[in-house]
């Protein structure tokens, strides 16, 4: 088990993301139009001024209450609203599916399959995201089920450094423009 993924260049967002589960699929389900440092502070910044990263006490939350959460500056995230909905939706799923603990998620699949199933079945998680927490999982967590999910390419499962996190983040963005120059 890591003590820290290095996904926000914040000590305390990335001991968190390490140490709970819930935490980093928060970050994950946050992880969407914004820098990965963003998504993946996301979870500190929201124990912070709730209180706590329970999911059921996220489910319980009024949503009116939970969506100023997400707007207070800075906001949580670029979409507060609609991220506020999806992470409230998320700590629903883990609390009714899995009593709360987000890490049955992965501690009790199978295989590869039924954990992709377990992940694809959780709001906000696409094909991407998918591959993306199973590479974390598997490379990062030791979590054997995971590693069917890996894509072979270079993913967040990758970041074990700062610096990695650095080098992942360029190929990413010339990837990016490699793509968009082959699309226009």
Sequence with gaps: MPDRLYFTGDDEADKLLADDPFALLVGFALDQQVPVQTAFSGPLKLQQRLGTLDPGAIAATDPAKL????????????????????????????TEDYG????????????????????????????????????????RFGVPA???????????????????????????????????????
């Excluded at 707007?71 to 883990?94: C, N, W, Y």
């Excluded at 967040?156 to 010339?174: H, T, W």
């Design 67 to 94: 969506e100023a959460v997400f707007r207070e500056k800075p906001a949580i995230h670029r979409f507060p609203g609609s991220m506020a909905t999806r992470v409230q939706d998320l700590a629903g799923v883990v």
């Design 100 to 139: 709360g603990d987000a890490e049955r998620v992965w501690s009790e699949a199978a295989d590869g399959t039924e954990l992709r199933t377990r992940i694809t079945a959780l709001p906000g998680f696409g094909e991407m995201k998918v591959k993306a927490l199973g590479a974390v999982l598997s490379k």
């Design 146 to 184: 995971a590693a069917e999910l890996d894509p072979g390419h270079p993913t967040l499962g990758d970041v074990d450094s700062p610096e990695a996190l650095e080098a992942y983040q360029a190929k990413k963005r010339a990837h990016k423009a490699s793509l968009r120059a082959k699309a226009g």
